[in-house]
Nanobody, 121 residues
Framework: QVQLVESGGGLVQAGGSLRLSCAAS????????MGWFRQAPGKEREFVAA???????VYGESVKGRVTISRDNAKNTVWLQMNSLKPEDTAVYYC???????????????WGQGTQVTVSS
């Protein structure tokens, strides 16, 4: 089992930046792929970014070029640096973990409770 706790959300003006953190406990994250997803009110959950155990990354089209995902396996922590934020980035952001060495945009096994990000215009 892996427990995930997100932090770093908040209210920011358009054009601003936020850095989300995801701290894991339980088993080591070394052989887990990690991802960030988001869900806005009335919308389906959307893939944001993922990072493999070795550091390979993939990004969703709506955030590509504005966000960076990174991880530190020794600290069991994953970060999502978000820049040039837009009002449409407003959502609850979730951290997720998936056993294995791969890089994935779906079918994650463990989820955090989420952290709210609100971008004002």
């Amino acid at each position: 089992q892996v427990q995930l706790v997100e932090s770093g959300g908040g209210l920011v003006q358009a054009g601003g930046s936020l850095r989300l953190s995801c701290a894991a406990s339980g088993r080591t994250l070394t052989i887990y792929g990690m991802g960030w997803f988001r869900q806005a009110p009335g919308k389906e959950r959307e893939f944001v970014a993922a990072v493999s155990w070795s550091g390979s990354t993939v990004y969703g089209e709506s955030v590509k070029g504005r966000v960076t995902i990174s991880r530190d396996n020794a600290k069991n922590t994953v970060w999502l640096q978000m820049n040039s934020l837009k009002p449409e980035d407003t959502a609850v952001y979730y951290c997720a973990a998936k056993p294995g060495f791969g890089l994935s945009e779906e079918k994650y096994d463990y989820w955090g409770q989420g952290t709210q990000v609100t971008v004002s215009s």
